[in-house]
């Protein structure tokens, strides 16, 4: 039994004529009759009863017309899922991200995203950068946006770039460093700093090494956070200050101070992180092609420089 055996029975069922359903099928109608006595030969029952004046259903041919119906019509739903998957335009797409690096471009992309491709159903990971990273290499994650991975985790990992924040210095309103308008680097190394947790952050360890290393300074790391709440919340109450960038004050608001950070080159870079041997979907693709389009209208609309937070 094939798929055109049911489609044969369907038309000589609805048209119960076998030269209508013949002439709607575009084949001959011995070659129809032919097909219909194989699949009742088959099915070991009779389906139709013919006479001179046309056909009707059996018993049998009733209900195995309303199961072919809806078989069919699933048969149908799934090709089009299919076609609209390799359109990008249907599954379920895994994405993993940071939340504060993020929070400029990666909110107004999924908004013009789900109004781009509404049946597409993206769920978001909220993870930190070393399980980011993990999720790529395992395939739970398809994508991550995220700050550019570091050290080991670049092995078998591609990054493209899609924004570059400056850094500043965060802290309390009550800090000494809130009367200056910037802070050397020399300054921010001899001071108590707030940071990520370094089991789940080690990218942030890393990168603060490099930073100090041209001072022959090490990072003095006075507490660790387990996320960005946290981390506010330790710099608000005057434990440490924070190596940030100019972004984080979408993510905090009023609650931080913030002085440009004078002394190094070093910025914040936020991209589309992959697995180099990947499978990243045509919805996939299509997400990318909208983070893109979001960071270049960010990009003409910089933040204002930390001084005037």
């Known amino acids: ?28 109608q011995p070659a129809l009759s032919r097909q219909m006595q194989d699949l009742e030969d088959e099915m070991g029952v009779d389906l139709l009863r013919r006479s001179p004046r046309g056909v009707t259903l059996t018993a049998e041919g009733k209900l195995f017309l309303e199961e072919v119906r809806e078989l069919l019509k699933r048969v149908d739903e799934s090709v089009e899922k299919v076609r609209a998957l390799a359109r990008g335009e249907y599954g379920q ?26 049946r597409v159903k993206v769920l978001l990971h909220d993870l930190s950068s070393d399980e980011l ?24 990992i591609e990054f493209e770039l899609l924004r570059t924040y400056p850094l500043c210095v965060a802290m309390s309103a009550a800090h000494p460093f809130a009367r200056l308008k910037s802070v050397p680097l020399e300054k921010l190394a001899a001071e108590p700093l707030v940071g990520l947790r370094r089991k789940d952050y080690s990218e942030s360890y890393r990168f603060l090494e490099r930073m100090f290393a041209p001072i022959r300074a090490k990072p003095r790391i006075a507490v660790e956070c387990d996320s960005a709440s946290s981390l506010i919340t330790e710099v608000e109450t005057g434990r440490g200050i ?7 004050k979408l993510v905090a608001g009023k609650r931080l101070v913030y002085r440009p950070l004078t002394g190094t080159a070093e910025a914040l870079s936020v991209g589309i992180t992959r697995a180099t041997n990947g499978d990243v979907t ?12 979001i960071s270049v209208g960010a990009a003409s609309n910089k933040p204002k420089p930390a001084r005037s937070f």
């Open 242 to 248: 924070a190596l940030s960038s100019t972004i984080f």
């Open 1 to 28: 039994m094939e798929l055109r055996h049911l489609r044969y029975f369907l038309a000589v069922g609805e048209a119960l004529n076998f030269t209508r359903a013949a002439a709607q099928l575009r084949v001959a």
């Open 93 to 118: 797409l895994h994405i993993g991200y940071a939340p504060s690096p993020t929070v400029e471009i990666l909110p107004p992309a999924l908004a013009a995203f789900q109004k781009a491709v509404p």
């Open 133 to 156: 990273i993990a999720g790529l290499r395992n395939a739970t994650l398809e994508l991550a946006i995220m700050v550019q991975p570091a050290g080991d985790q670049t092995a078998g």
């Open 282 to 293: 045509p919805a996939g693709e299509r997400f990318c092609e909208i983070l893109r389009k």
